[in-house]
């Protein structure tokens, strides 16, 4: 059984970086064909994907997010990390990570709570 589970901060200060990790069990994020997606939730809208990083380790970015956005991987720890850089209030959501694969999103951690704020 895959399990995935988001780690970080709850509160961030407007203009400072976010960085979360999604730490990955039951299964390896470098296995063929699997990408690794990071996707939110703000206060009463729907779900935005923001990125991925695939198991060759190549990343895609939402077009609207690149130029904030970076997502890297740990293999040792089977893990992956998007960080989030020059925050507002407007990134104030619940971050999922999550596992794609050929059945489509497969996989959810629980989400993690981020709040910008001062």
């Known amino acids: 059984q895959v399990q995935l589970q988001e780690s970080g901060p709850g509160l961030v200060l407007p203009s400072q970086s976010l960085s979360l990790t999604c730490t990955v069990s039951g299964g390896s994020i470098t296995t063929d064909y699997y990408f690794w997606n990071w996707i939110r939730q703000p206060p009463g809208k729907g779900l935005e994907w923001m990125g991925a990083?695939?198991?060759?380790?190549?990343?895609d970015y939402s077009p609207s997010l690149k130029s904030r956005t970076s997502i890297s991987r740990d293999t040792s720890k089977n893990q992956f990390t998007l960080q989030l850089s020059s925050v507002t209030p407007e990134d104030t959501a619940i971050y999922y990570c999550?596992?794609?694969?050929?059945?489509?999103?497969?996989?959810w951690g629980q989400g993690t709570q981020v709040t910008v704020s001062s």
């Open positions: 990083i695939a198991y060759s380790g190549s990343a």
């Open positions: 999550v596992r794609e694969g050929h059945t489509g999103l497969d996989y």
